[in-house]
């Protein structure tokens, strides 16, 4: 089995900042792409951003500029540097690694529990 566990959540007022951080843990070969999607209450889950393992990334429009996902290989830990926050980014962050390759060479869509970034005053 494959867990993957989000940290970092919270509330910060409008203009702060936040970083979240996801760690997959279990029977690990092999982790290829990772990202960050989120869900704002009655919305749909919307991607955030993408980051593959040679460290490609790709954002949705909206958080171009202001959000950063990176990650750590031999940590299995992909984090999200969140800036410049807005009340629209509010929602659950949910951390996803569609590609896992298990010690047993299975491929898993592995999904997080998701972490609550609320940004008001």
């Known amino acids: 089995q494959v867990q993957l566990v989000e940290s970092g959540g919270g509330l910060v007022q409008p203009g702060g900042s936040l970083r979240l951080s996801c760690a997959a843990s279990?029977?690990?070969?092999?982790?290829?792409?990772m990202g960050w999607y989120r869900q704002a209450p009655g919305k749909q889950r919307e991607l955030v951003a993408t980051?593959?393992?040679?460290?490609?990334?790709n954002y949705a429009d909206s958080v171009k500029g202001r959000f950063t996902i990176s990650r750590d290989n031999a940590k299995n830990t992909v984090y999200l540097q969140m800036n410049s926050l807005k009340p629209e980014d509010t929602a659950v962050y949910y951390c996803n690694a569609p590609e896992v390759i298990t010690s047993t060479l299975r491929t898993l869509d592995a999904w997080g529990q998701g972490t609550l970034v609320t940004v008001s005053s």
């Open positions: 980051i593959r393992s040679g460290a490609n990334t």
């Open positions: 279990g029977s690990i070969f092999r982790i290829y792409a």
